[in-house]
């Protein structure tokens, strides 16, 4: 039973990753063709759409990356999802990474040093790209 759930909650958030992106990126196009541009420029005009379409990006790669870890590593990641989600103010990402990490364990020793240095250093540019769009969006208010 819980295993099942927990299989629902991780589809819900791959979800989530993968078809935020999708959805942005349409209502991207069609507003580059309201305003009759394309979208390169729409990106420059609008600064809230350009760090829109950094944290869609970033929330792709996640989705990808996420399918593709083995199950047993996903608690992990699910950990730091949770913390890179809420850098980005992303919280309905946040909850669904934590109701997807529940009964997820963190526990895993990682086979190679190879694999534990490029599980590291994807979370450290994650997280690092977070923290600039944050910053981004913050210094955005301020103007």
Known sequence: MTRQRMDIWQKIL?????????IFLLYAFLTALKMN????QLLIQLPGFAISFLLSCVMWVQGIVFIRTKSEMKGKFLFFAIIQQALTLNFIGAIFSYFALRK?????????????M???CFWVSILFLSLFVTFLMWRMTQI
Do not use: H, R, V
Not at 14 to 22: D, E, H, S
Not at 37 to 40: L, Q
């Open 104 to 116: 997820q364990s963190t526990e895993y020793q990682f086979d190679s040093k190879a694999e534990k």
């Open 14 to 22: 791959i979800g989530y990753w993968l078809g935020i992106p999708i």
């Open 118 to 120: 490029s599980f590291y």
């Open 37 to 40: 541009t394309n979208f390169a």
